[in-house]
Nanobody
């Protein structure tokens, strides 16, 4: 079982930056795909970015060219760099680990870290 802990959120002014971390314990993340999601009050949870176990990345259109996902398997941590933040980026940011074993998908979520962008 994978235990995920997000950190790095906070209050920042529009145009500012934050770096979120998703640290894992209990299992190595190196063979897993890791995704960042966000959920704003009253809205559905949405996928922000994903990094595969081979390092390939994909981003939601709303964050492309502003956010960067990366992984450090030696530290068992995945990062999300948030630049040029906008008020609409305000949300709870959560990471998810996805492991595919013998055709079965095992998914684990963290508790999230709050990002608040003031305009």
């Amino acid at each position: 079982q994978v235990h995920l802990v997000e950190s790095g959120g906070g209050l920042v002014q529009a145009g500012g930056s934050l770096r979120l971390s998703c640290s894992a314990s209990g299992s190595s993340l190196s063979t897993n795909h890791i995704a960042w999601y966000r959920q704003a009050p009253g809205k559905q949870r949405e996928l922000v970015a994903i990094i595969n176990n081979d390092g390939k990345t994909k981003y939601a259109d709303a964050v492309k060219d502003r956010f960067t996902i990366s992984r450090d398997d030696a530290k068992n941590t995945v990062y999300l760099q948030l630049n040029s933040l906008k008020s609409e980026d305000t949300a709870l940011y959560l990471c998810k680990s996805i492991a595919i074993v013998d055709g079965f998908s095992f998914q684990y979520w963290g508790q999230g870290t709050q990002v608040t962008v003031s305009s």
